[in-house]
């Protein structure tokens, strides 16, 4: 799985996520990170197919919003979304939130499509530790990703730590905290240290941690800067400092405590 990624949340569905997607492949992304919720999939096949780029060569990733969990309505959500994408197989299929009573049976229609071949792997989002333990107490297969948000502001080492040690690939989402992480002054200067933007110094402290990474834009120059990370790397001190700077302060709704 490419560690980087671009993430299209909020990109529009038309000409907006199509040309974020074709400026990506262009500029050598290689991983498109969608879902079913963000009402963008026919958008995001379109920038695939006129991209060029081989279908074999990029990782396209959905996810199984939260009202079409259960098993034969996450089959036929899985199917709906492929056509959307125009496209015969994911990467990456996702069980999006952990829905209460919901997604064992979940689980099992994606381990039922990967066994099928319609999918190559299989993950959770937004698992706690006490989700994935509960989870994998009756899953035939380890969910291959989690993906969780990460930034400066919400590490959850532990998450990460447990992740690890069930080969559970961690992924983040809003890694640039959905815009605020422009905003800290420690940023600035170590964007000034390296001589690198604030969004590239954040981007390469995820590649260092091992955690894979999809940050969103539709804008071609951010799109193309974002990806320049792999020439550059960050004093072990500067990557503990950016832990250092976790207070628990999430963006995005909590996985314990979310009402949709
Ligand atoms: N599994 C889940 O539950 C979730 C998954 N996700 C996934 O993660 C992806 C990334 O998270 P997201 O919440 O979108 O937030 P991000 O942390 O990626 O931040 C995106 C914001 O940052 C701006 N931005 C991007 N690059 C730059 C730059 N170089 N300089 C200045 N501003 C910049 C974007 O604006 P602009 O577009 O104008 O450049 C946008 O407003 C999503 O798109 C989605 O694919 C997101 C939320 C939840
Ligand atoms: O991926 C996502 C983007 O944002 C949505 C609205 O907050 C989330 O529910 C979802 O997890």
Request: net charge neutral; hydrophobic share 35%.
């Amino acid at each position: 799985m490419p560690y980087l990624g671009l993430g299209v949340y909020l990109s529009e569905d038309g000409k907006e996520v199509t040309n974020a997607v074709k400026w990506a492949l262009e500029e050598g992304y290689r991983h498109i990170d969608t879902a079913s919720i963000y009402e963008n999939e026919e958008g995001v096949g379109k920038g695939i197919k006129e991209s060029g780029v081989d279908r074999k060569d990029i990782f396209v990733v959905s996810k199984v919003w939260n009202s079409d969990q259960g098993y034969g309505s996450t089959i036929n959500a899985f199917e709906a979304s492929l056509k959307r994408l125009n496209l015969d197989y994911l990467n990456l299929y996702l069980v999006h939130w952990p829905v209460k009573g919901k997604y064992k049976d979940t689980w099992r229609a994606l381990e039922y499509l990967y066994e099928q071949k319609r999918v190559r792997a299989i993950g959770v989002s937004n698992f706690m530790q006490d989700h994935l333990e509960d989870l994998l107490s009756s899953a035939k297969y380890v969910p291959m990703v989690n993906q969780m948000e990460f930034h400066p502001y919400l590490v959850q080492q532990k998450l990460i730590d447990f992740c690890n040690k069930n080969t559970i690939q961690y992924e983040a989402w809003s890694p640039l905290m959905q815009g605020h992480i422009f905003e800290l002054d420690i940023m600035k200067s170590m964007a000034a240290k390296y001589h690198k933007t604030i969004a590239q110094i954040v981007l390469r402290w995820n590649l260092q941690k091992g955690i894979v990474t999809i940050p969103k834009s539709s804008k071609k120059e951010r799109i193309k800067a974002n990806a320049d990370i792999f020439n550059f790397e960050l004093a072990q001190e500067d990557v503990k400092k950016l832990d250092q700077l976790d207070r628990g302060k999430r963006f995005g709704p909590d996985p314990n405590n979310f009402d949709f």
